[in-house]
């Protein structure tokens, strides 16, 4: 049996408002603001979504859940998470592994970084240690220094087995 392999990245960022914490991997992360977005804004699942879409050649998040459709308003984004998985085994494929980093000055995500990797692979049918979350600050410069929002790149191995048309 022979497969192929495809590789995707996802980016996403959201920009600081008023709250008492944030949604990163599925985890509520105590903080001293919210994020403005349509959904709970969890800028982790968001970049993977983009990313395992990406790869599978569907598109992007907006795409499958355009914010200008009021069902998706306040969703848990472990629902986009689940959805995109099933989007690609409908299409033969399977996740290898995921690598992301939270680009943040705060919060601090290291107490709930294995938290988030459990979340990220059960929503995904991956063993955690085939889930990396990473952190880094952007050390004081530009908005995310400035302490405005956060981001998330992602990085994803996706396999298909031949047999099965991709897109």
Known sequence: MTTSLRIGQGYDVHAFTSGDHVMLGGERVPHSHGVL???DGDVLL???????LGAAGLGDIGMHFPDSDPRWRGTDSRTFLRHV???LQDRGYRVVNV??????ERP???????????NIGSDLG????RVNVKA???EGLGYIGRAEGL???????IEQTTGIQAP
């Open 99 to 104: 690598d992301a980093t939270v680009i943040a």
């Open 85 to 87: 998985r099933l989007l």
């Open 136 to 138: 880094t600050t952007t």
């Open 108 to 118: 601090r995500l290291g107490r709930y970084r294995d938290a988030m990797r459990v």
């Open 126 to 129: 991956l063993d955690a240690a």
């Open 151 to 157: 981001a998330c790149q992602a990085i994803v191995l």
């Open 37 to 39: 977005a349509h959904s």
């Open 46 to 52: 968001h970049a993977i979504c983009d990313a395992l």
